[in-house]
């Protein structure tokens, strides 16, 4: 199993800044994923951060908003660019390793509210 | 886009009694996993499905793979305050790789 961990852990930010989360694992995985969670909601897959290449966004999701980086294979930073209120959300970075099992390990997340 | 649905989407039940979350989705999956999300927490693998029709039990639960690999279900007997939680079914698309697309979750809360 991986153990994730991320910072900070909460934040609560005004309109028009930015924030970058980090995700840090305590091993080295092929696959990192950001999802964005509303209160009550389910889990969106915002983008697939793989190491040495650039990272895949959904639908929805661009990069000029929420740039990635993933300079090594046990870190990834997300940034939530130019805030609204609309970006409140919890943010949770995963892994999955292909050289473990198949489940994916989740971090705590980072609960972001923006006024 | 590919969208899995749960239902129900809320369920209270007395302690001892079962539970049942049924998910669809509106393409075949390539496999199927169920999460665990505690209140507060952040989602914990349960299990993956993979065979059309396969059937897995863990203690008091029970998941089952559709036959034509686009619905599952988790079923929990006698559920107890440990089960409290959101559990959201997460599939796998042919061709999508390791990208999972959740559910829509469905929130359980038992009552003593």
């Known amino acids: 199993s991986a153990v994730i961990s991320q910072k900070p852990s909460r934040d609560i930010c005004q309109r028009g800044t930015s924030l970058t989360i980090q995700c840090q694992v305590d091993?080295?995985?092929?696959?990192m994923f950001w999802y964005r969670q509303q209160p009550g909601q389910s889990l969106t897959l915002i983008a697939t951060?793989?190491?040495?290449?650039?990272?895949?966004?959904e639908s929805g999701f661009v990069i000029d908003k929420f740039p990635i980086s993933r300079p090594n294979l046990t870190f990834s930073t997300l940034t939530v660019s130019n805030m609204s209120p609309e970006d409140s959300s919890i943010y949770l970075c995963?892994?999955?390793?292909?050289?473990?099992?198949?489940?994916?390990?989740f971090g705590p997340g980072t609960r972001l509210t923006v006024t | 886009g590919q969208q899995v649905m749960q239902i129900p989407q809320y369920q209270h039940v007395q302690e001892g009694e079962d539970f049942t979350t049924y998910c669809n989705s509106s393409?075949?999956?390539?496999?199927i996993q169920w999460y665990k999300q505690r209140p507060g927490g952040h989602p914990v693998f349960l299990i993956q499905?993979?065979?059309?029709?396969e059937v897995k039990k863990q203690k008091r639960l029970t998941f089952q793979f559709g036959e034509a690999k686009k619905n599952s279900s988790l079923h929990i007997t006698a559920t107890q305050t440990t089960d409290v939680g959101t559990y959201f079914c997460?599939?796998?698309?042919?061709?999508?790789?390791?990208?999972?697309?959740f559910g829509t979750g469905t929130q359980l809360k038992v009552e003593l």
């Open positions: 393409t075949t999956l390539s496999n």
């Open positions: 091993s080295q995985v092929t696959m």
């Open positions: 997460a599939g796998s698309f042919t061709g999508g790789g390791n990208k999972l697309t």
């Open positions: 995963s892994v999955w390793d292909v050289k473990g099992s198949y489940e994916q390990y």
């Open positions: 951060a793989n190491q040495g290449s650039e990272a895949t966004y």
């Open positions: 499905l993979v065979k059309s029709g």
